[in-house]
Nanobody
Framework: QVRLVESGGGLVRAGGSLRLSCVSSGSLFSELTMSWYRQAVGHHREFVASISSDGTTDYADFVKGRFTISRDNAESTSYLQMNNLEPEDTAEYYC?????????WGRGTQVTVSS
């Protein structure tokens, strides 16, 4: 069973920055694509960013130019650097990793951006 643990969320003013971390207990971390999703109250969970094993990144349009995803395979950790945050970025942020049958998910970290 793989465990994902997110951290780094908090309360920040609009225009501020946060860096989220996701630590994976899985042994195949370096071979897997890591993804970040978010879910705001009353909304569906939505894709934010992903990074493949070779470092290829993908972003949702609404975060391009503001968020950067990265990974440290030695630490089995994925990061999401979030700059120029907006109140609309307020959500619970989750990381995800593919599994043999279903995807693994962390419990999330709350990001709140005040105007």
């Amino acid at each position: 069973q793989v465990r994902l643990v997110e951290s780094g969320g908090g309360l920040v003013r609009a225009g501020g920055s946060l860096r989220l971390s996701c630590v994976s207990s899985g042994s195949l971390f370096s071979e897997l694509t890591m993804s970040w999703y978010r879910q705001a109250v009353g909304h569906h969970r939505e894709f934010v960013a992903s990074i493949s094993s070779d470092g290829t990144t993908d972003y949702a349009d609404f975060v391009k130019g503001r968020f950067t995803i990265s990974r440290d395979n030695a630490e089995s950790t994925s990061y999401l650097q979030m700059n120029n945050l907006e109140p609309e970025d307020t959500a619970e942020y989750y990381c995800s990793q593919p599994g043999p049958i279903w995807d693994y998910w962390g419990r999330g970290t709350q990001v709140t951006v005040s105007s």
